[in-house]
Nanobody, 119 residues
Framework: QVQLVESGGGLVQAGGSLRLSCTAS????????MAWFRQAPGKERELVAA????????VYADSVRGRFTISRDNAKNTVYLQMNSLKPEDTAVYYC????????????WGQGTQVTVSS
């Protein structure tokens, strides 16, 4: 069982930056690929970025590539999402997820953290 807790969300002006963190419980964090998803009101949940167990492989949604960076620190059981040049369309609840397959199905989810970007 893995429990995930996100933090770092908030209100920011367009063009600003935020860094989200997701800390996992347990001693098997390094086994898991990690990902950030987001869901805006009235829209389906979408994958934002994913990272494999050792951080070598990453994938990004086209809408955030070049602005967002996913990274992880296995010693701290934490995955990060650095978000720069934020746009109002980035407003959503952001969720952290863990799975055993890179960019595959995710078995564990956090409770979500709200990111609001004002214009």
């Amino acid at each position: 069982q893995v429990q995930l807790v996100e933090s770092g969300g908030g209100l920011v002006q367009a063009g600003g930056s935020l860094r989200l963190s997701c800390t996992a419980s347990g001693r098997t964090f390094s086994r898991y690929s990690m990902a950030w998803f987001r869901q805006a009101p009235g829209k389906e949940r979408e994958l934002v970025a994913a990272i494999n167990w050792n951080g070598i492989s990453t994938v990004y949604a086209d809408s955030v590539r070049g602005r967002f960076t996913i990274s992880r620190d296995n010693a701290k059981n934490t995955v990060y999402l650095q978000m720069n040049s934020l746009k109002p369309e980035d407003t959503a609840v952001y969720y952290c997820a863990a799975g055993l397959r890179f960019a595959g199905a995710y078995d564990y989810w956090g409770q979500g953290t709200q990111v609001t970007v004002s214009s």
